[in-house]
């Protein structure tokens, strides 16, 4: 399994910093083959980072928390072609046969 943290400095910035940011993002998953990614600085609301990531990678599901203010905005992101989450004892059990505790 492999794990990214990535620092986003606003996803929900301009149009034009924003396409070159999903590029490099998209580009850094596809050569890394991440399965699990945690997002800091996002700086939007998490419903709308959330619709955009996951469109922007299909199979991808992402949790967040929203921004406050001009600062923060978390999202944990998974693959779930290669994870599978379920709730057992306050963590996550992965599709093999490992667990996450959050």
Not at 13 to 35: C, G, M, T, W, Y
Not at 50 to 78: K, N, Q, T
């Amino acid at each position: 399994m492999k794990l990214l943290s990535y620092n986003f400095h606003g996803l929900a910035s301009p149009e034009n910093k924003k396409k070159k940011q999903q590029l490099a993002f998209r580009r850094l998953l596809s050569i890394e083959r991440v399965d699990v990614i945690f997002l800091q600085e996002t700086l939007g609301l998490a419903e709308t980072i959330s619709h955009l990531l996951e469109s922007m990678l299909p199979g991808w599901h992402f949790h967040a928390l929203d921004v406050h203010e001009r600062s923060g905005g978390i999202m944990m992101g998974y693959n779930s072609r290669t994870i599978k989450l379920c709730n057992i004892c306050g963590g996550i059990e992965l599709s093999r046969g490992k667990h996450l505790f959050i």
